[in-house]
């Protein structure tokens, strides 16, 4: 079973920002489409983005649009998700999962064939 690592999820204050981490040993991150999805307790697991593997296509769930980036380190072979700006309703388990269609970024589920164990983020005063 391929594994994806995520990390750097914590307990922020409002307005705060985090850097999570997307990673792997079994498989060059460059070659596949990455997305970061979020489940926030009692609701479905919802993309916030993704970025391709080639040219680095991205796209930008609308409700954080302008606060979180996503970026690729190829030295590392990782991912990152940038969030800024964050607020409480931002709060849940952070994912990254490794798409199906090397060339395709957008948010469904079933777009996704491999998923980490996810890092908890608490945006909370």
């Known amino acids: 079973q391929v594994q994806l690592v995520e990390s750097g999820g914590g307990l922020v204050q409002p307005g705060e920002s985090l850097r999570l981490s997307c990673e792997t040993s079994?498989?060059?991150?460059?070659?596949?489409?990455i997305g970061w999805f979020r489940q926030a307790p009692g609701k479905r697991r919802e993309g916030v983005a993704c970025i391709t593997s080639i040219l680095g296509g991205e796209n930008i769930a609308g409700s954080v649009k302008g606060r979180f980036e996503i970026s690729r380190e190829s030295s590392k072979n990782r991912v990152y998700l940038q969030m800024n700006l964050l607020q409480p309703e931002d709060t849940g388990v952070y994912y990254c999962?490794?798409?199906?269609?090397?060339?395709?970024?957008?948010?469904?589920?079933?777009?996704?064939?491999?998923w980490g164990q996810g890092t908890e983020v608490t945006v909370s005063s």
């Open positions: 079994e498989f060059n991150l460059d070659l596949y489409t």
């Open positions: 999962g490794r798409g199906l269609d090397r060339f395709r970024c957008d948010f469904g589920i079933e777009q996704y064939e491999y």
